[in-house]
Structures are given as C-alpha cells and as structure tokens.
C-alpha cells in the first residue's frame, strides 16, 4: 500500500478518464473511472467501492449526484463513511478498523459512476 502522500498526490493529478471499469459483477453497481481504479489499486481499497455500490439501493440517496467521504482516525485507524446527496448527509457507516492511511478521501458519484473530485 502507498502512503498517505501518494495516495494524495493520485487524487489530486488524475483528471479526465480514457474509459469506465467494472469492478463488482453485481447488477446495477456503479462503474469507475481511471483514477478511481489507480486509487483502489494503491490503496487496496475495493472494499470502500463496495460500500458505495452497496447503498445504491437506498432510495433517499440522489441517483444524479453524490459525494462520498472517507475519514480515517490518526488514533486507532477507525474510520468513518459519510454519503450525501449534495451536502445532505443521508448515510454514515463506521469501519472499526482501516489499514487506509490516516487522513480524509472523497468521491464523487454522478449518474452511476464513481470517480474523483478533481476528474470532474
């Protein structure tokens, strides 16, 4: 796994994308894009795209517009998923424990796929 630093510096210089990814073979997932994809990799972090794609049933959630926050806790790398639509804050789920390196992440979902605030 990358460090925090790289992790960062991915999100930060990926914009644009070539092509969508499939990454769960669930109907009605969401797809992701490029730089998703290097964040996953880098991060090992599937699991969190998992999550996402697992509250897509909720029907409070706006299907046009996300935002998806992950905050990992410097302490004891507990950690805390927020999705809004918008600014709504509609889910929150806690993690007890992440190996995701300290600090905050956020995601974009918009119309069935996820990506990056700096790919929009």
Not at 61 to 75: G, H, I, R, S, Y
Not at 76 to 104: C, M
């Amino acid at each position: 796994m990358k460090s925090i630093e790289e992790i960062l510096d991915i999100i930060n210089n990926s914009t644009g994308t070539e092509s969508y990814h499939k990454f769960s073979p669930i109907p009605g997932f969401p797809v992701i894009t490029d730089g998703v994809l290097v964040l996953a990799e880098a991060a090992d972090c599937y699991w969190l795209l998992d999550i996402i794609g697992s509250y897509q049933s909720n029907s409070k959630l706006d299907k046009a517009f996300q935002v998806w926050t992950l905050k990992v806790n410097t302490e004891d790398n507990s950690a805390f998923i927020r999705g809004y639509n918008d600014t709504t804050l509609i889910v929150t789920q806690k993690i007890p424990y992440t190996d995701f390196p300290p600090g905050e992440v956020k995601l974009y979902l918009i119309d069935g796929v996820i990506l990056l605030p700096s790919e929009y």
